[in-house]
């Protein structure tokens, strides 16, 4: 399951629908949650990072996203839910929860996923602060840490 | 013809704009060559990783435009 959503959003609650929804089956959960540093890369303060999304397509890439990486990872659920619009220091960006019967198909899946969502998640981002705004692009570590995973 | 702009292009040249099209068309090349002239994009539509989208496909200067198109154009996009 998949969505964009424009709010902040509850991950602990997230948390709980996600694991009692998790079979039998699955012997392993991973989460991860991205949050929104109140510090840009050079250390100074931002005031908030701005996701602009697309109308279609930003919800349609997080979907073909997590079903490209569930086609390499054999997980029993996964989930992700991002952000889009303005979000606060502290606040979530992105959650992403797997499921699966063994531990390291739930770590990679998550880990796969974030790798993707990084690099090709349809959104446009910039941080905001008091020294201005600036346009995020992906940096080389991210394209690097993306080219682990098979297409 | 309508032009959406994204991200950092949507800073520079607003999120949409309608043009007068030709009726005999143009190609991508043309109307990049237009937005430089009429709105000062010329360099930023020429920047690193800027695409060209056109319905669900991404397209290359020599596509054809009727006019009747919604053109995209795409900074590199950053998720979360």
Redesign the interface.
């Not at chain 2, 795409?74 to 979360?80: A, H």
């Given at each position: 399951m998949t969505e964009l959503v424009l709010t902040p959003f509850d991950e602990a609650a997230l948390y709980r629908a996600f694991v009692a929804a998790v079979p039998a089956t699955s012997g392993a959960v991973v989460s991860f949650t991205g949050r929104m540093r109140g510090a840009d890369a050079e250390g100074a303060a931002l005031e908030r990072l701005v996701l602009e999304h697309h109308p279609e397509r930003t919800a349609e890439s997080l979907r073909e996203l997590a079903e490209r990486t569930a086609a390499h990872c054999p997980v029993d659920l996964l989930q992700v839910i991002h952000r889009a619009g303005a979000v606060a220091p502290g606040e979530a960006i992105v959650w992403v929860a797997a499921a699966a019967a063994h531990r390291r198909a739930a770590f990679d899946a998550v880990d796969q996923l974030m790798d993707r969502l990084k690099t090709e998640a349809v959104l446009w981002k910039r941080e905001e602060g008091p020294r201005g705004r600036r346009w995020i692009e992906p940096c080389a570590g991210d394209h690097s840490d993306r080219a682990r995973w098979e297409d | 013809m309508r032009v959406r702009f994204?991200?950092?292009l949507?800073?520079l040249a607003g999120r949409e704009r309608a043009l007068d099209w030709p009726g005999e068309g143009g190609t991508v090349a043309a109307l990049i060559e237009r937005l430089g002239a009429e709105a000062g994009l010329g360099a930023a539509l020429a920047g690193p990783?800027v695409r060209t989208c056109v319905g669900r496909d991404f397209v290359g200067p020599e596509q054809w435009l009727a006019g009747d198109e919604i053109v995209?154009f795409?900074?590199?996009?950053?998720?979360?």
């Open positions: - | 994204f991200g950092l949507a800073d990783g995209e795409w900074p590199p996009v950053s998720g979360g």
